[in-house]
């Protein structure tokens, strides 16, 4: 499938990530369509999401106790990779973020879940094959425009962008074939995307022809792979420079590099 980029970059500003949820189940029309996107979006054949049309009770009881914890969603998503392939946690991130930024502009609420979950409960409502593992899941469903305590805590900004200022992101800068506002624009997209404890691990090098993505440092905090993380970024990165006329390709990068988005 094509990515919707005017869909999916208008919904890179308002998604957040929601723990607590409404009673109530989605309507069979979205959960339809969501469950088409899982399907089709598959950019990378290692890399894929199934959509649980049942309480992810089991997936998250217990998993950090009652603080913090997902309360009440009636549907969870899977994301599901190779264990061979040794970019899969950028491919999952790149791939698990458009169907989550679909389902923001479904008006429906979610939570990228990596580290925080019982792998083995979402494994088996998942039945995923031999050779797979499940990375990361998200609750999906209705929210109240209330905040609680609990969750601005967790996602560390609530209801506005937290976010570190971008010249500390930027490695290394050279001008070339596209504008400083062009730049600007992608990298900024790129910049809101969501992380493990708002961790934000993403560093930029601009060059000529390209940019690049890396790891602040080699160190997985809290045991979630920042190549994840980074791999949402690209995806934010991508659908922005669609939606501003930019075409190009990915190649993944070996450590501490993640990817570099060609044009």
Known sequence: MEIPFD???????YRRSRRQFERRQIEPRLLDKLNLVCNEFRPFPEARAI???????KVFKGAIGKYGQIKDAPSCIVFIGSKDDPFINEKIGYTGEGIILEAT???????????????????????????????????????SDKWTFEEKVMSGFGRSHKRKPLNELINSYQEGMLSTATIKTILEAARLAPSAVNRQPWRFNIEASRITISTDNLNDTYKISK???????????????????????REFQKPPQVASYCF
């Open 7 to 13: 869909r999916w970059y208008d919904a890179i500003f």
């Open 105 to 143: 502009a479904m008006n429906l609420a979610t939570c990228w879940v990596a580290g925080f979950f019982r792998p083995e409960a979402a494994a088996e409502a998942a039945q995923i094959g031999k050779n797979e593992k499940v990375f990361a899941v998200s609750p999906v469903g209705y929210v």
């Open 51 to 57: 959509l649980l049309n049942q309480s992810p009770e």
């Open 227 to 249: 190549r994840l993380d980074c791999g949402i970024a690209m995806l934010h990165m991508e659908v922005t420079a669609l939606k501003l006329g930019v075409n190009g390709k």
